[in-house]
């Protein structure tokens, strides 16, 4: 409707909400993730976290994680304004010891208006089935 509306009035280009000039806005959904995995049995599958420009300027974001069995790809990206894209987490269980493990998941966006978001992992690793 509001794209009728501007082209009625003679106005081209589509109805955007988000002013154009307005900085980079990271954002990611969900921001924490919980793992679980048996000893013995390998990783379990990755898992997705959205990561969207919410601003009106391009955004450059970079992934990192804190803890040696915490994996994220791809490590980086561009996202244009309004854009999204899936950022995957998993994790490696081997060499852990058992019980729940915790780390960090950061994306930092130099030059958003809010920087850099966290996002909070945690695996429990329980023990083998016997026999």
């Known amino acids: 409707m509001a794209n009728a509306l501007l082209w009625s009035a003679g106005r081209e280009g589509p109805f955007n909400p ?5 900085p980079a806005r990271l954002e990611l959904s969900p921001t924490a993730l919980q793992f679980g995995a048996r000893q013995g049995d ?14 009106g300027l391009p955004l450059r974001w970079s992934a990192s994680a804190d ?23 998993g994790v490696d269980p081997e060499g852990l010891a058992l019980g729940t493990h915790s780390g960090t998941v950061t994306v930092s966006a130099p030059g958003a208006e809010n920087g850099a978001l966290r996002i909070a992992v945690t695996l429990t ?5 016997g026999g």
């Open 42 to 55: 390998g990783a379990p599958a990755e898992q997705a976290v959205g990561v969207r420009n919410a601003g």
């Open 125 to 129: 690793l329980a023990a083998a089935d």
């Open 18 to 22: 988000t002013p154009q000039g307005a």
């Open 67 to 89: 803890a040696p069995w915490l994996r994220v790809s791809p490590a980086q990206g561009e996202l244009d304004a309004g854009q999204s894209a899936a950022l995957n987490v």
